[in-house]
């Protein structure tokens, strides 16, 4: 009776195969897992402004200041003064423009968004750069 000898290769086929399948896998998952803070796009062509409107403007540390029809600035304390000042505007059918810092917390601009909604306004534009 011959001894059967014990060979000492290993087939490394399916193990190419099973690392190409998680390299394809990876590849498709890897954008999707990306998190961190969106630059918002500028845009190329935007509309023009009206000839007469109000501004909400948010700094990067969340603080608010109100410009009005003339562009006169005034520093708001928080989202309930910003909505008491926009409501003492309220009767002069003025749109409002909100322009965010780059930085700010995108949760910034949609609280500021729906205080200006909740005052009474219709026309709310967001003010972007223009490349």
Do not use: C, W
């Not at 954008?31 to 990067?60: E, H």
């Not at 520093?75 to 780059?102: F, N, R, W």
């Amino acid at each position: 009776m011959r001894q059967r000898r014990l060979k000492n290769e290993i087939n490394v086929v399916p193990y190419i195969d099973v690392m190409l399948v998680l390299l394809v896998i990876f590849m498709v998952a890897a954008p999707m897992m990306s998190t961190g803070s969106v630059d918002l796009p500028q845009t190329g062509t935007a509309p023009q402004k009206p000839d007469k409107y109000l501004k909400v403007q948010i700094q990067r540390d969340g603080a608010l200041s109100l410009f009005d029809a003339e562009g006169k600035e005034r520093p708001v304390a928080g989202l309930k003064a910003l909505k008491a000042e926009l409501q003492a505007h309220a009767s002069d059918k003025l749109p409002i423009l909100i322009a965010g810092d780059k930085d700010t917390p995108y949760r910034n601009v949609i609280e500021t968004l729906d205080e200006v909604k909740k005052a009474g306004f219709t026309r709310v534009g967001l003010e972007t750069g223009v490349k």
